[in-house]
């Protein structure tokens, strides 16, 4: 396999009306792990959605190609198929159909020779015990009564038996207990480090913790619907430190509308948790 590149250029999506995205550039080679971070409603899920081709979002401008392929031009399932793979913040819940039937049947739809069932089953129950997921997920249906935690670790159960081109886990920590997180995190990694330029990550996330078990080589701020600052590992640590006041001073950048960090937006939420523990 040759090594994946995925170049986004000049991107731009709105939805409902309203732009999100003005401007995204950024490419992910293999081999290369990202991070996006920024505060809520700046377009770090947007730009997950866009990738993978959620039709709720308009792409106003810009391209997106993998391997000098026209993404944008592309289906949902001819992205899957291609090799970009999507965690989902929030997976859905399918009754009916169990996780052995559909991960067989996403992984059979990315191979011109269909895995036999048991090499199958070998490889699931192989994955299954590294993230110390229950003996019995494979036959439950798809995440129906899984917690928030059981339906990350599916999402990462997913990327191991894929084996994708280009990954992106969007918020795949948040909901995760701290053994959950670990578990996650050094799966991540192992695959990582086990497919090496075969495949490139993206990781959107909120919080430097993560990066306790994922090492990026590159940390991207998204805020104003761009990408307005990008260096190392040491860029997270800083924004965990300090929030993002110190960036939006530095770059002149205004608040936006039902942005979590605006002060006054804070000075409420302590008011209300303060009302709660009266």
Same mark, same amino acid.
């Given at each position: ?94 009754? !009916?159909?169990?996780? @052995?039937?559909? &991960? ?10 269909? $895995? %036999? #069932? ?113 260096? !190392?590992?040491?860029? @997270?640590?800083? &924004? ?10 530095? $770059? %002149? #950048? ?25």
């Amino acid at each position: 396999m040759s090594k994946p590149v995925l170049e986004i250029k000049g991107l731009r999506s709105r939805v409902e009306e309203k732009e999100i995205l003005r401007g995204i550039d950024l490419t992910i080679k293999g081999g290369e792990t990202h991070v996006i971070m920024g505060p809520n409603g700046t377009g770090k899920s947007t730009l997950a959605s866009c990738l993978m081709g959620n039709p709720k979002y308009e792409i106003l401008g810009g391209t997106v190609t993998l391997n000098g392929e026209d993404v944008l031009e592309m289906e949902v399932d001819e992205r899957a198929r291609k090799g970009i793979f999507l965690a989902m913040q929030y997976p859905a819940e399918v009754s !009916g159909v169990t996780n @052995a039937d559909f &991960l067989r049947a996403a992984v059979n739809a990315r191979r011109e020779k269909p $895995l %036999g #069932l048991f090499p199958f089953r070998r490889k699931l129950n192989e994955a299954v015990t590294k993230l110390e997921m229950q003996e019995s997920l494979p036959d439950r249906y798809l995440n129906e009564g899984f917690s928030g935690g059981e339906k990350k670790r599916n999402e990462i159960l997913q990327m191991l038996l894929l084996e994708p081109a280009i990954t992106i886990l969007d918020e795949i920590d948040s909901g995760l207990d701290i053994d959950a997180l670990r578990i996650v995190g050094q799966n991540i990694t192992e695959m990582s480090k086990r497919r090496g330029d075969e495949m490139g990550v993206l990781m959107i996330t909120h919080y430097q913790r993560l990066l306790d078990y994922v090492q990026p080589d590159y940390v991207h701020v998204l805020m104003n619907g761009r990408i307005v600052r990008s260096g !190392g590992p040491g860029l @997270a640590y800083r &924004l965990e430190r300090e929030g993002y006041d110190w960036l939006r001073q530095e $770059l %002149g #950048l205004d608040y936006e509308e039902g942005d979590a960090d605006v002060p006054q937006a804070k000075a409420e939420a302590v008011d209300d948790l303060a009302a709660l523990l009266k």
